[in-house]
Each structure stands twice: as structure tokens, then as C-alpha cells.
């Protein structure tokens, strides 16, 4: 056992210093989308002195693009974020009943995360 020793920690000193040197591409920590999702108009009709703001949204977000072709949910105060690869995707709130939404394109950089604003309309008039 005693002879064995030297040579296992020889092969870990020798598989742990055998990288390439070169950098890896950035890890999808490195960068991603947030933003916030919001739906209006609340009111039917809104009148001066009487505000009527857009609410936040409780749902999923399709994510597609750059091989990507997935759905997350938005959190509280309609705010979403998603750790995900540079590259260009579409964004759209997943609409189930009254409502809808158009999709929105973005452009992931290679480090940190782009902020977009999504919003539903209600289809209240």
C-alpha cells in the first residue's frame, strides 16, 4: 500500500496540470436577461386625476433563439432573469386566456445581462 501511495499522487499531479492553457467561452453565469413583465391597461377608461397604471404580470416567458426553445416564470413585481449563453433571442409573455402579447428581440453580449421590458396587453378598452 505504502508503494502505491507515490504513484497515485503522481497520476492526480499529472491529470490535474494537464489543461490546454487557452480560456473557455463564457459560462452562461457570465451573462443572461433580466427585466420585468406588466400588463394593461388595468382600467376601461382612464381619466385625468385618476391613474391608472400597468400591473404586474404572474406567467411564463418562451425564450427562443440560438438553439434555445424554453419557458421561465416570472417572479414577484413580474420580474424574471435567466442565466443564458451571447446570442440573439425573442421574447414572449405565454398569453392563456384574454390578452396577448408580441414577442421582443434582444442581443445577449458576452458579459453581463441585457434589461428589457416586456408588457401584455389586456385587451380591456
Do not use: N
Not at 453565469?29 to 385625468?48: F, L
Not at 400591473?55 to 413580474?78: C, H, M, N, V, Y
Amino acid at each position: 500500500m505504502r508503494r502505491l501511495l507515490p504513484v497515485l499522487a503522481a497520476v492526480i499531479l499529472l491529470t490535474s496540470c494537464s489543461g490546454s492553457g487557452s480560456r473557455e467561452p463564457p459560462s452562461p453565469a457570465d451573462s443572461g436577461i433580466h427585466g420585468t413583465v406588466t400588463v394593461g391597461p388595468q382600467c376601461p377608461v382612464v381619466q385625468a386625476g385618476s391613474p391608472c397604471p400597468d400591473a404586474p404580470w404572474e406567467g411564463k416567458i418562451r425564450i427562443t433563439g440560438d438553439g434555445a426553445d424554453l419557458e421561465i416564470a416570472t417572479f414577484s413585481g413580474g420580474r424574471f432573469a435567466i442565466a443564458i449563453e451571447p446570442g440573439a433571442y425573442t421574447l414572449q409573455p405565454v398569453v392563456v386566456g384574454p390578452g396577448s402579447a408580441s414577442p421582443v428581440s434582444v442581443e445577449v453580449p458576452g458579459q453581463g445581462y441585457v434589461e428589457v421590458a416586456l408588457s401584455v396587453d389586456s385587451g380591456i378598452r
